[in-house]
C-alpha cells in the first residue's frame, strides 16, 4: 500500500513547516510544502526528502486564488499515486490595513470612500472553506489507492475564541475557521472525514512583529510541540471531528462551544436538524439575491 499524503499550506515557515516536519518525520507521510514563498519552501522540502520529490514536495502557491488551490490538490493528487490523506488549511496573514487609522480614509473619483483592504479574508477564511470542498472531493476518491479516511485540520487562533483588537479582520476571520469546522465536522466523520480547528496561543514566528517577539515574556510562548500534540491527538482517534483546540504553553485544550443559555437554545442547537433538512431539501426560491 502507498504512504499516506498530507497537504500543509504555509508551509515554508513557521507551524506549517514544523508540522509538515513531524508528519514527514514521525507519522511517515509524504508531505507537499505549499507555500507563497518558493525559496523558503524549497528549503523546508529539500531538508525533509534531499532527492526532492520522493517524500518532499514543494509546490508554489497562492491559497487565495481558487485556481492555484485546485492545482495544489490535482498535483498532490497525481504526486501521491491517486490520495490525499491529511490537508492542514494553516497559511494565514494579519491586517493589511488599519481599521481606525485616518490615514487610507480617501475617497475615489466619485467622492466615495475607498475600499478597505479586506485581502486577509482571502487567505484566512475563503481559502479554508475551498480546501474543505477540495479536500473532501479527493478524499472520496482516495479508497483505490489506499486512503479514504481523511483529516482535515485548520488553524484558527486564540484570536478566534478570544479576540485581537489591534487586528479585528484577523479576529472575525478566525472566528469563522471555528465556526466551519464545527458545522461540518460532526457532518464529514459520518464518511471518515475529521474535521478540527487549532487556536494557537503566541508563537514566535515570522507572522509577529519582530518588536511582539522581542518583547515578548519567555513565560507565556507556546512551543511548536503544543501543535504536534494536538495533530497526534487528531490522528490517534477518528472519532474527534469538529473540536477546536486551544494551543497554550505545552498544554492542549478541548474547548466546547458556549452553553446553551436557555432550553429553547437547547432544543434549536439540539433537535430542530430535522426541521432545517426538510427545509433545505428545496432551497427557497429567492429573488433578486
Ligand atoms: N504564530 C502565532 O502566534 C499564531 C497564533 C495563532 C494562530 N496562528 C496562525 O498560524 C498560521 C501559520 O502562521 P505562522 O505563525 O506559522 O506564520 P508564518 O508567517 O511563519 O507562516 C505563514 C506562512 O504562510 C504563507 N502564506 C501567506 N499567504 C499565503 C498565501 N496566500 N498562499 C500560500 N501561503 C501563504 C507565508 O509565505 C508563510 O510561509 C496562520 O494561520 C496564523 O494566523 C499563528
Redesign the pocket.
Known sequence: MSKPVAII?????????SVATHLHNHHNYRVII????PL??ERVAKALDPTAGGTALFHR?????YT?QAQLFKRAYEWGGGRIDFFHA?????DRQDMYAREGEELDGEGLLKKLDTRLF???LE?VVQGLWLFKYYVRRSREAGGGRGYFVA?????GLYHMQQCPQ?TAS?YGVIGLCRATGPIFVKEGITVNAI??????????PPEVAKRWPKEHI?PLSTVHKAIDAFLADDTLSGKVVELSQENIYFREQHDWVNESQRWMGEESNKIWDEGYKEPPKREGY
Open positions: 499550506t504555509g508551509a515554508a515557515s513557521g507551524i506549517g513547516e505549499a507555500d507563497l514563498n523558503a519552501g502557491t497562492d491559497v487565495s486564488d492555484s494553516n497559511a494565514g496573514i494579519d482571502g487567505v484566512n481559502a488553524t484558527s487562533s486564540a484570536a484577523y478566525k487556536c494557537p496561543a503566541f508563537i514566535p514566528t515570522n507572522l509577529c507556546t
